[in-house]
């Protein structure tokens, strides 16, 4: 009996902490004592930056270029026709902007004119002369002081025409203190005025010049570039410009 009675009181003692429990629970929503938030993670050492946006500036690669850098001298001036089947001659170029005229100076004392359009470093051309000879064909400037290329007409269908800048001031040695000023004719007769005003003689020939001087002559050949003259003495000019 008292077994029983002791069961039960355990019994009781039991169910009366569970319901302690239980009531000190809350039932849902906020306590009076929230919890407080956790502080906001610092920035580690090692995060990439964000991205930045797409700049509107333009990239080297999508700027326009400067077309004009490239651009040739203008061939405005005289030009000597240098030993080919044209026929030994001076032409003189007048350029404005892309369009060229020229007059024709044979050495047999006949004419002519010629015109094109210069596109980049190639001038397209047609010729006319006082002979009744005509054509067209292209001269390109493969240097400052050099123009060549084929022409053709009814009769020449391989025509070629060469040309050198030889009027201008060349300087000796390369020195601008030792200027020569020179000039040409038709007929391919040289003139030139040293640093002294002292003048000077000589002849065209082809693709060389020759200098007369106290009855010898010398033979000046130009070099790739047409920009320099060697002479046979074993000394040189270089071009200074018109």
């Given amino acids: 009996m008292w077994i029983a009675i002791k069961r039960l009181a355990l019994i009781v003692c039991a169910v009366l902490s569970l319901a302690v429990v239980v009531f000190a629970q809350p039932a849902g929503g906020s306590t009076n004592s929230a919890k407080p938030s ?3 993670p610092k920035p580690s ?7 930045r ?30 030993g080919n089947d044209f026929g030994a001659s001076e032409v003189i170029f007048t350029q404005e902007g892309n ?14 004119t010629v015109s094109g359009t210069v596109v980049g470093k190639r001038l397209q051309f ?35 025409w060469t ?4 009027e201008g001031k060349w300087c000796f040695g390369g020195s ?23 003048p000077g003689g000589g002849y065209l020939e082809g693709p060389y010049l020759f200098l007369e001087s106290d009855g010898s002559t010398i033979k000046g050949d ?8 060697n002479w046979s003495s074993g000394f040189f000019w270089t071009w200074c410009g018109r």
Avoid: C
Wanted: hydrophobic fraction near 25%; charged fraction near 20%; glycine fraction near 10%.
């Fill in 163 to 166: 040309l050198q800048r030889v």
């Fill in 45 to 51: 050492s090692s995060s990439k930056p964000p991205a």
């Fill in 222 to 229: 130009f070099d790739f570039h047409a920009n320099r003259v």
């Fill in 53 to 82: 946006p797409p700049s509107t500036r333009a990239t080297p690669s999508s700027r326009p270029t400067n077309q004009t850098n490239s651009s040739p001298a203008s061939i405005g001036g005289k030009w000597w026709t240098s």
């Fill in 99 to 112: 369009r060229v005229t020229g007059e024709i100076h044979y050495s047999d004392g006949g004419t002519g």
């Fill in 176 to 198: 601008r203190s030792r200027m020569r000023t020179v000039t040409h004719n038709a007929r391919g007769e040289l003139t030139t005025t040293d640093e002294y005003n002292e």
């Fill in 126 to 160: 047609t010729f006319s002369d006082s002979s009744g000879r005509s054509g067209s064909g292209w001269l390109e400037q493969s240097w400052n002081l050099f123009l060549g290329g084929p022409w053709h007409n009814a009769q020449v269908r391989d025509g070629s």
């Fill in 38 to 40: 956790k502080p906001a």
